[in-house]
């Protein structure tokens, strides 16, 4: 719960640090596929329970309003079912926050995010990689996930790999420090 808090207020920093605009909102989507723990990172930045977590079939959405400032994260579901509408959330998007943690998943989340990667409306859209479960014994470091895909090659825009657990808070903060400072560059 401590953490949970702590990942709050990194929340709460990026939105003073972004406050000198005035009205500005910010569209985030957070995309990955089915397990990776998106909505539990999503209810994790909200400060809400992470303990009762269920699948989500269609998307769930945050909104936090502060000083003149709403910062809009959206969560969209992972199964191979959904994912082909992906793309129609993608219109005004400020930054594409992806979900990876699965070693054996490489493949499948390399394809999708190749497949982000080219769509017009990403043109240029930073990317904030989170490697969330390093709560878990058998996470992979964020750095073999940036090799495993391919992240080298992404010249065309800005983008991190962050390190993270949802369910303790741990490096969430570090990966919303860094959408702040990127969305401050590109507004």
């Known amino acids: 719960v401590g953490e949970n808090v702590c990942a709050f207020k990194g929340l709460l920093s990026v939105m003073q640090k972004l406050k000198g605009s005035t009205e500005l909102e ?6 990955g596929l089915d397990n990776a723990g998106k909505t539990t990172l999503l209810k994790c930045l909200a400060s809400e329970d992470v303990n009762t977590i269920t699948p989500t079939q269609g998307f769930n959405i945050k909104s ?3 000083h003149g400032m709403k910062l809009n994260v959206w969560d969209i579901g992972g199964q191979r079912k959904i994912r082909p509408f992906w793309k129609k959330y993608l219109e005004n998007t400020d930054l594409l926050v992806r979900n990876s943690a699965d070693k054996k998943r490489f493949e499948e989340t390399g ?19 989170f490697v969330n479960k390093q709560d878990l014994c058998t996470a992979s470091p964020a750095s073999e996930i940036a090799e ?8 065309d825009r800005v983008w991190q790999i962050q ?8 490096g ?3 990966g919303m420090n860094w959408i702040c400072n990127n969305l401050l560059k590109k507004k």
């Open 172 to 174: 969430v903060q570090d």
């Open 148 to 155: 495993g895909l391919n992240l080298h090659t992404y010249r």
């Open 26 to 31: 910010l569209r985030i989507v957070l995309l």
């Open 111 to 129: 394809l999708e995010l190749s497949e982000l990667i080219d769509e017009e409306n990403l043109a240029g859209v930073p990317i904030l990689i």
């Open 64 to 66: 936090v309003a502060s």
């Open 163 to 170: 390190a993270c657990s949802a369910v303790t808070g741990e």
